[in-house]
């Protein structure tokens, strides 16, 4: 979730001078772009993955701060609802068999979390929501002690002025309300971080969201909440809806959310920073003593906390990072990432480190062309296919230049296959781990079965009528087996139904 902030009070003078402050952030940030204070020659890829915690029976396990202190691994983290945990996986290089040491440690690291924790009643689980959710383990009881998430919820509701108020419809419909941001915490992705220069920036933030849509209909695995079946990546909408602080009269306005696909094109990363600046009040106005222009003139790097913070509050799909790492020779440098926060957690590890090897591949071949994808498609194009992707999932119809209004898996298996798989060649990926991973992606075209539709599937093989009380059942049921499954070294495509 970001930086580690105490819970404290605000008063309108602290948001004036985090104002000013962050504000001075940007103007160091843009001197640093400015002389090329960057690093990427050799640029790495990151993974974090959150997860669900379940109790036997497959229903919330409101366990976070007892599993983490028995996993005793500081790759593992706490995240905002006490049913959620968070994995970072350490960073690798795609060119030193990146992919594979993705898949390798974290299969190892969640077995290893799954035997400790499973000592205090909390089984892992991924998927992007958790299906046996109920309302009640939504509320404002069901927070994560640390003081970051409370203080978060505090703002959050403090800028909207009332409750959040949720309305989705899929395949059933849901409308309720909440008295806190925790069905923020429903929602479990995997988030995918990409390290590249200043000067390319903008052509990886534009490939990241031509290729949105697509990654949503392959990877949706989201199709239940609290007992219904809406959107085939709810999530989206979820997200969207649940961090959303905005009045209805804001959004009348034109007010941009806070949960954002964004509005155009861009040509450089300050674009996104001085948006960020520019359109979101702050929700966390925690002053940091640094003096960004001191730091900067005499050599060394800033952490620029305050527009980190910031940044870290305005919820793009893809966002930007400016972050600050030590070199082995413990040099400070700065760099910069893309954050691809688009796919949900899940449904194995197989699967994750396929749909990684898809980004990464897709995305590098799409800069590397001689024409912009981004130049013969609209912004507006791109977000109505990234909301048609998370409603219908796999079966989308989306929009591509060349082809029109397409099946996702026409275009993936007739143009981005092979655009993936020159990508991953560049990056210095070997073929024999090329072929495995993108013929995951391949299969899973063909067949026709991602995590959201093999799981809605299992669930109407079991439900036997139309109470809610069974639906649940069901649901618990296809949960277990999911999770048996999820631990298996099968993907998806493969699982029988």
């Known amino acids: 979730m970001g930086e580690e902030v105490e819970h404290q009070e605000f008063t309108r003078a ?21 002389e090329g204070r960057f690093r990427a020659d050799d640029p790495m890829v990151g993974l974090e993955v959150e997860l669900n915690l379940v109790d036997e029976d497959g229903d919330p396990a409101l366990k976070n701060a007892e599993a983490l202190a028995v996993i005793a691994d500081p790759d593992f983290q706490t995240e905002l609802g006490q049913f959620n945990i968070e994995i970072n996986v350490p960073p690798v290089r795609l060119r030193e068999g990146g992919l594979t040491s993705f898949e390798e440690g974290l299969r190892s690291s969640l077995n290893h979390a799954e035997e400790r924790s499973a000592a205090v009643g909390a089984h892992l689980v991924m998927i992007g929501i958790l299906p046996t959710l109920r309302a009640g383990h939504l ?3 069901t927070i994560s002690a640390n003081p970051r998430y409370r203080l978060l919820n505090d703002q959050v509701l403090r800028a909207r002025g009332e409750d959040i108020a949720i309305a989705i419809g899929g395949v059933d419909r849901l409308e309720t309300t909440s008295e806190s941001i925790m069905p923020e915490a429903a929602c479990t992705s995997t988030q995918l971080h990409l390290q590249v220069r200043p000067e390319e920036f903008a052509a990886y933030w534009n490939a990241s969201q031509a290729v949105a849509a697509v990654q949503l209909a392959l990877g949706a695995n989201s199709p239940y909440l609290l007992g219904q079946e809406l959107w085939r990546e709810t999530r989206i909408p979820l997200f969207e809806q649940a961090t959303d602080t905005r009045s209805e009269e804001l959004k009348i306005q034109g007010v941009r959310p806070r949960v954002w696909f964004g509005e155009r094109w861009i040509t450089s990363v ?18 940091d003593d640094e003096d960004p222009e001191a730091v900067l003139e005499a050599g060394g790097t800033p952490e620029l906390p305050e527009l980190r913070l910031h940044n870290g509050t305005v919820y793009r799909w893809n966002r930007p990072v400016y972050d600050v790492v030590r070199e082995p020779g413990g040099e400070r440098v700065p760099h910069l990432r893309v954050e691809n926060r688009v796919l949900a957690a899940g449904p194995s590890v197989v699967d994750t480190i396929a749909n990684a090897a898809f980004y990464f591949g897709l995305v590098r071949a799409l800069v590397e062309s001689p024409r912009p994808l981004w130049s013969a498609m609209s912004f507006a194009a791109a977000e109505e296919n990234f909301h048609a992707a998370a409603r219908t999932g796999i079966d989308a119809q989306l929009f591509w230049p060349g082809l029109g209004e397409a099946p996702a898996t026409e275009i993936v298996l007739r143009r981005l296959l092979p655009l993936a798989h020159q990508g991953l060649l560049a990056w210095g990926v070997d073929q024999p781990t090329i072929d495995r991973l993108l013929g995951i992606i391949e ?36 949960l277990l087996e999911y999770r048996d499954r999820m631990h298996a070294a099968e993907p998806v495509h493969s699982w029988d139904l």
């Open 139 to 141: 509320g404002p009881h």
């Open 270 to 287: 300050f674009d996104l920073f001085e948006e960020n600046v520019r359109y979101f009040p702050p929700l966390l106005p925690v002053l």
């Open 14 to 34: 602290d948001r004036t001078r985090y104002r000013e402050k962050v504000r001075r952030d940007l103007d160091v940030f843009a001197q640093m772009l400015r």
């Open 443 to 478: 299969q899973r075209c063909l067949v026709g079965r991602n995590g959201a539709e093999w799981f809605v599937a299992a669930t109407a093989k079991r439900t036997t009528g139309s109470s809610r009380e069974k639906r649940r059942r069901a649901l618990r049921a296809t």
